[in-house]
């Protein structure tokens, strides 16, 4: 049965990417399967000064990028709409919000229910949140902050914003967004864990010989050059997305259902990470940076535009992380995540030992949960689908294996809506995975990479094969 929600979302940003191309057809969904019907209402805030009417307008094309439906839902949907200009640095537009939501809370009746959503540059996160606070906008229904990634750039601004953040809400009303906690097989991941005792009983360092996880893109940075030079890979990709996977995957307690368990677990976890001596930087990750293709048709990276022609970004990189844990020490994870490889994927290898014939799995059996291109649920052995594979050791929960694909912020936004902070990155776990990224960071930044080191739609450097090899690996997916 489906329950309706009731909030207001102040989405600051509201004319912006983000908003218009993953937040309003998100919400829209939630309109037409009925979790947001008649008690909503979103206030878009940027500077530009527009109306109402044409703000509507924006998120009904918005719409049509992606629905077919008949526009008078669109039009339905829109008039839940509102837009209110606002400088993130002007005091006096925060009491303009503070009226015109107390005013729709009213009209709506959405029981002084407020979610504040950041979709502006990181460099306002602060400032926006203190405003929410010192200028009285928070009520006596909840009062979320929604916070887009990526939350700070090494540990010390990470700690800085954080510091900012929550002098003005407790660390509970804070949902920091990773949209890959949003995807099904993410989600997935603890019911199959919990429902498969013969699979977790295998999940340690007796049985498995190394873990893969693999975010590759087929395209290059495409019209985001100018962010990408502040980011680079292992800050855009690694820090965040491969490192709260290896969380669903390699966490204790599958079976937990309570959040604050859940967290602590993958902050264990994250906490277990041996850090990298300079030298280990040197051996254990590797970075690479795009050429152009082996005609020479596509632009490498230099040439991109707001791209340095001297960039010293990593568009791509490789490494081998260790936990120190009972459960994982002696277990390499290799991770990988690029830019212009050969094709869109997001995967997990689990490669099983010998040893793993003692539980009844076939030695060296790969089991590989596919998160991307496939929407929704998949799972391999040995390149093919579970159920032909004729072993039985791993298959979804029939529950789990109908459930119809959400779309990650769709999901995500229900949770915002429950008070479900499972699948939202804890500030435990980022202090963790910015300390190890940090360590790499260093080095690299002390040295000149010899870029570019990669053709588009190539596997990367030559180096991140040699990077399993020496250990008497390689990757799954290749
Ligand atoms: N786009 C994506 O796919 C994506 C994915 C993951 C994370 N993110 C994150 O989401 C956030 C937004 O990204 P985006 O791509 O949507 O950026 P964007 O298209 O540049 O939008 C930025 C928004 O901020 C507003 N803005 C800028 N300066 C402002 C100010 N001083 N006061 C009030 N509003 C201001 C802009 O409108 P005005 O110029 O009219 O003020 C615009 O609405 C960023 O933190 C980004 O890292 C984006």
């Not at 979709?119 to 602060?126: K, L, N, Q």
């Not at 804070?174 to 993410?186: A, N, P, T, V």
């Not at 390499?332 to 050969?342: C, D, H, I, L, Q």
């Not at 995975?433 to 596997?459: A, C, H, V």
């Amino acid at each position: 049965m489906v329950t309706e929600k009731s909030a207001i979302f102040i989405i600051f940003g509201g004319s912006g990417d983000l908003a218009h191309r993953k937040l309003y057809p998100s919400l829209f969904r939630l309109y037409k399967s009925g979790i947001l019907k008649d008690h909503f209402a979103v206030i878009g805030t940027a500077r530009r000064p527009w109306s109402d009417d044409y703000f509507r307008e924006t998120v009904i094309t918005s719409l049509e990028d992606y629905f077919e439906d008949d526009k008078k839902i669109m039009e339905e949907f829109a008039k839940h709409f509102f837009y209110q200009s606002h400088d993130v640095n002007d005091s006096e537009h925060y009491i303009a919000l503070k009226n015109l939501a107390a005013k729709l809370d009213d009209q709506f009746e959405t029981g002084h229910n407020r979610v504040y959503y950041m979709a502006i540059a990181p460099r306002f996160f602060g400032t926006v949140a203190e405003h929410i606070n010192s200028e009285g906008l928070k009520t006596d229904g909840y009062n979320r902050l929604v916070i887009e990634k990526p939350f700070g750039r090494d540990l010390d601004s990470a700690c800085e914003l954080n510091g900012n953040i929550s002098k003005a809400f407790p660390e509970d009303d804070i949902y920091r967004i990773d949209h890959y906690l949003g995807k099904e097989m993410i989600q997935d991941i603890p019911h199959i864990r919990a429902n498969n005792p013969v699979f977790e009983k295998a999940l340690n360092n007796q049985y498995v010989s190394n873990v893969q996880v693999t975010l590759a893109e087929s395209l290059g940075v495409e019209d985001r050059g100018g962010y990408y030079e502040t980011a680079g890979v292992l800050r855009d990709m690694v820090q965040n997305h491969i490192m709260q996977i290896i969380g669903a995957v390699a966490s204790d307690d599958p079976k937990a259902t309570d959040a604050k368990i859940i967290h602590k677990d993958k902050t264990n976890l994250f906490n277990s990470l041996k850090v990298l001596t300079a030298e280990q930087v040197d051996t254990d990750f590797v970075r690479g940076q795009y050429d152009t293709d082996k005609l020479g048709d596509q632009k490498a990276y230099r040439q991109e535009d707001n791209v340095a022609e001297d960039s010293e970004i990593e568009t791509f990189t490789a490494g081998r992380i260790e936990f120190e844990s009972d459960r994982w020490s002696g277990v390499p994870f290799y991770v990988r995540s690029g830019k212009r490889m050969p094709a869109k994927s997001s995967r997990i290898d689990i490669v099983f030992n010998e040893k793993v014939a003692d539980l009844g799995i076939k030695a060296n059996t790969v089991v590989t949960l596919l998160i991307e291109p496939e929407d929704g649920n998949s799972i391999l052995i040995n390149g093919i689908n579970y159920k032909e594979s004729g072993q039985d050791f791993i298959k979804f929960p029939e529950e789990e294996e109908f459930d119809s694909a959400r779309e990650a912020y769709e999901s995500l936004i229900i949770d915002i809506l429950s008070g479900n902070r499972v699948h939202f990155t804890l500030w435990d776990e980022l202090r963790s995975t910015w300390k190890y990224i940090d360590s790499i960071r260093e080095r690299w930044d002390s040295q000149t990479p010899d870029f570019p080191n990669y053709l588009s739609g190539t596997m990367g450097p030559d180096a991140a094969e040699m990077l399993l090899e020496r250990d008497g690996n390689s990757w799954a997916w290749d």
